[in-house]
């Protein structure tokens, strides 16, 4: 119990006995204000920090020389054509106005849509990645988290037939769309791929696109 | 006759376990609160299963609203004797032709996110109350006429070469208005972006 026991008075006037008070401290205002502040710090507290992800946009250039873009062979890519009403879209290889154009193939952002393309295609590296992780969390292996960051790295650079993802959105395309398969990416272990303006053959795909 | 006093019972609950419990929630919740600074809108920010931080300082952050409205907060800097803020909004001042007093300039260098045509700073740094405050966030103007978002970034750019860039868009706002935001960015020489995101676990498995 917190009491305090006070021998007050021994000194004063003498007295032989000693008075003996046991003062009760009232602590009920102080917990009544300690409940308001915890109840305020924990309604104010945000615990979920907010998370980013990270993204590298290629650089522009300023004087639009094709001969400056990168060139990318045309049987690894993969086209990503994201619409409005989180329509998504994907073709193969490149769409040239003057050669038949390729299909455009419908699909998801579910489970089985757009990831289980997109994994068929990167199986190699995806399974080894999934293998090493399975390592660390079995404690097979023991790695740092950097070092583990650079040998993931190296094995998505390993694989030469992974496909290399160029995402185009439209105007009618939403934010969370963009942000959905730019996470598709992540959780697909696919190493190359680029946000990239999309060109008025494949708008046209997508107008003609089956419903 | 001497008067027969009853004991008077106070049942006194003990209450110093209760005042310890309480104490250490209280200690707790005080270390850990990072205070959510004031935003111009509420905004929803899309999943992802991004386990990176959002860099705390030395950020200039973007936000679009679900109506694509278009913000923009970045802090003072890790330098405590120049304070950012405050000499940006000087040099856009000079570049539009307008006038600051220290004071305004000082008031803005302690408040966040704002979105608004730079001819109305001045009135939403003199308005007192936070409610009529809110209506000045219209948004910032983002067209190729009046292109004061590029004129910001410049400038802050200018001051501040470290500063990451985030964007916090709301879900439902618009690419094209994200990607506009984008492209002047990458105006000025910003290709590297963090998309804030919230966390949402996501397992993908082959099918053998």
């Known amino acids: 119990m917190a009491e305090i ?20 401290i009232d602590m009920t205002p102080m917990v009544d204000l300690m409940c308001l502040l915890i109840t305020f710090f924990m309604l104010t507290t945000a615990f979920s920090k907010p998370k980013a992800m990270e993204i590298t946009m290629p650089e522009k250039n300023t004087e639009d020389d094709p001969k400056n873009q990168p060139l990318i062979s045309a049987d690894k890519t993969i086209n990503i054509l994201l619409s409005g009403s989180d329509k998504i879209y994907y073709y193969f290889g490149v769409a040239d106005p003057n050669k038949p154009l ?59 037939t992974a496909p290399i993802i160029l995402i185009k959105a439209d105007d009618k395309a939403k934010y969370k769309n963009m942000v959905d398969i730019i996470d598709e990416m992540a959780i697909t272990t696919i190493a190359s791929y ?9 708008l046209k795909m997508i107008e003609t696109a089956p419903k | 006759m001497p008067k027969i006093k009853l004991p008077v019972k106070t ?23 990072s205070f959510r600074p004031q935003e111009a809108a509420i905004i929803d920010t899309p999943n992802s299963i991004s386990e990176k931080m959002t860099p705390e ?71 007192a109350d936070s409610k009529d405050r ?7 103007p983002v067209d190729s006429t009046d292109n004061q978002l590029n004129l910001w970034i410049r400038f802050i750019r200018l001051q501040n070469q470290n500063a990451e860039v985030a964007i916090k868009g709301d879900a439902n706002a618009d690419f094209k208005t994200v990607k506009r935001v984008m492209d002047i960015l990458q105006k000025n020489m910003v290709n590297r972006f963090n998309l804030t995101t919230s966390l949402q676990k996501e397992e993908a498995k082959l099918e053998e």
């Open chain 1, 194 to 202: 680029a946000v990239v303006d999309i060109t008025p053959t494949e």
């Open chain 1, 5 to 24: 026991i006070q021998e007050e008075g021994k000194k004063k006037g003498g007295k032989k006995r000693p008075k003996k008070f046991s003062t009760h």
């Open chain 2, 57 to 127: 300082k030395n950020v200039i952050t973007v936000l679009i609203g679900k109506d694509n409205k278009v913000f923009l907060n970045f802090d003072n800097g890790t330098d405590t004797s120049v304070l950012i803020r405050k000499e940006v909004l000087k040099k856009v001042a000079e570049q539009l032709g307008l006038k600051f007093t220290n004071k305004e300039l000082k008031t803005f260098s302690t408040w966040a996110s704002f979105g608004m045509p730079a001819r109305n700073i001045k009135a939403w740094l003199n308005t």
């Open chain 2, 134 to 140: 809110d209506k000045f966030q219209i948004g910032m």
């Open chain 1, 102 to 160: 390729p299909e455009l193939i419908k699909s998801d952002y579910s489970k089985d849509g757009i990831r289980k393309t997109l994994l068929q295609r990167n199986k190699i590296v995806f399974k080894a990645v999934a293998d090493l992780k399975d390592k660390i969390s079995t404690g097979e292996l023991v790695m740092a988290d950097s070092s583990l960051k650079n040998k993931i790295k190296a094995l998505k650079k390993s694989d030469k």
């Open chain 2, 11 to 33: 049942p006194h609950i003990d209450m110093t376990p209760m005042v310890d419990l309480f104490a250490l929630l209280l200690t707790f919740f005080m270390l850990t609160t």
